[in-house]
């Protein structure tokens, strides 16, 4: 079992009240994903729920059980760290089994924990090897594999991919949802990266200031964003942001539309824009515009499209998928 429920926790580090209060619930064998700008506390929060770092107010409870006050040995979860951590003069086999000798388990056992969780990583060939013999990827899953053998109620990751070349990072995000459909255990996982977040979460919740902007699947957080950050947090590229008469014509302050929701041609459209840069991903073209009377516009469109640097571009906004936005920054409901 692995459900964790935060109640109106608190952090403050002397003066600067990092996390104000936050209420939480992740329900057992949930993939929750704590999202945010750098700064905004998601690896204080992480820790906080881990118990490496105390609480100013509030309370934690894993499975119904205030775990407030515990030790972080007590909580029975596995933290995963950004930086592997692992003892460079020993083998891949010692540092996973290293938390089950700690444990004084018996060798039979160890070796069969071990040779289990190298299985469900692809570690199975490296076990004689020391980490600098590895990949960063193979390193990170040999961290992993040290988490998997205490068989915690949780997994907690803090950025555990960050070390990482983009290649890889999009390989393990893969191996790390197959992992979590494979165990089925809870995983609370932290990441400012809104593409991670998006691809891995059951629920997404978005921080800001310490504080809960937003909590949903990714879907709905794309297509509902509660307010502007969430709106602009999640979606790539970013949703674009429009004030004065066109927000105002829709009965708004600021009206939002993404780049994918920009109909776009050659000869005739709502908003004309031109070409400032248009970035060529193959299957995809972003399209970075002057519009007049509107600002700056990215538009996503098909690679095919052919459009380039100083073209003129007629863009109409799928009206079916606009956002409002008040002047308080909330999003209006039809
Ligand atoms: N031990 C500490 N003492 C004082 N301030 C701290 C301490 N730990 C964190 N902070 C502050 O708390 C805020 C949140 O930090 P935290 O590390 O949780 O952010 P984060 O969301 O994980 O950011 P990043 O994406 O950069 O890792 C920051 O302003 C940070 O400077
Ligand atoms: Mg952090």
Same mark, same amino acid.
């Given at each position: ?14 003066? $600067?009240?990092? /996390? ?16 945010? *700008? ?46 592997? $951590? ?79 070349? $983009? ?8 191996? /790390?949802?197959?992992?979590? %459909? ?35 699947? *990714? ?18 590229? %970013? ?21 994918? %929701? ?34 700056? /516009?990215? $538009? ?35």
């Amino acid at each position: 079992m692995g459900s964790i429920t935060l109640q109106k926790v608190s952090k403050v580090f002397g003066e $600067a009240k990092v /996390i104000p209060s936050i209420d939480l619930e992740i329900n057992n064998g949930e993939f929750v994903v704590f999202v945010g *700008p750098s700064g905004c506390g998601k690896s204080t929060l992480l820790r906080l729920i881990a118990g490496l770092e105390d609480v100013s107010s509030g309370h934690i409870l894993i499975d119904g059980k205030d775990v407030t006050d515990a030790a972080p040995a007590e909580r029975g979860l596995a933290m995963v760290f950004q930086s592997y $951590a692992l003892y460079p003069h020993m083998s891949v086999r010692n540092n996973i089994a290293f938390p089950l000798k700690m444990a004084k388990l018996d060798k039979a056992v160890i070796d069969k924990k071990v040779a289990d969780a190298a299985r469900v990583l692809n570690l199975t060939d490296y076990l004689e090897r020391r980490p600098s013999q590895l990949s960063g990827g193979q390193r990170q899953r040999v961290a992993i594999g040290r988490a998997i053998v205490r068989e915690p109620s949780a997994f907690l990751f803090d950025e555990p991919l960050s070390n990482l070349d $983009a290649a890889l990072r999009g390989t393990m995000r893969l191996e /790390i949802s197959d992992l979590h %459909h494979q165990l089925k255990t809870t995983m609370v996982y932290v990441t400012h990266d809104q593409v991670e977040a998006m691809t891995m979460a059951d629920k997404i919740v978005v921080l800001n200031r310490g504080n809960i902007e937003q909590v949903g699947s *990714p879907l709905e957080l794309y297509k509902s964003p509660r307010n502007l950050f969430v709106a602009g947090f999640i979606g790539s590229p %970013h949703m674009n942001f429009v004030t004065g008469t066109y927000a105002q014509s829709k009965n708004a302050k600021t009206a939002g539309i993404r780049p994918e %929701h920009l109909g776009l041609s050659k000869d005739s459209g709502i908003w004309r824009g031109v070409v400032k840069v248009a970035e060529h991903l193959g299957a995809d073209t972003f399209l970075h515009l002057d519009v007049e009377g509107v600002g700056q /516009i990215t $538009a996503r469109c098909d690679g095919e499209f052919g459009a380039y640097h100083g073209d003129t571009v007629y863009m109409t906004p799928d009206e079916t998928k606009l956002h409002r936005f008040d002047d308080k920054g909330l999003a209006l409901r039809a």
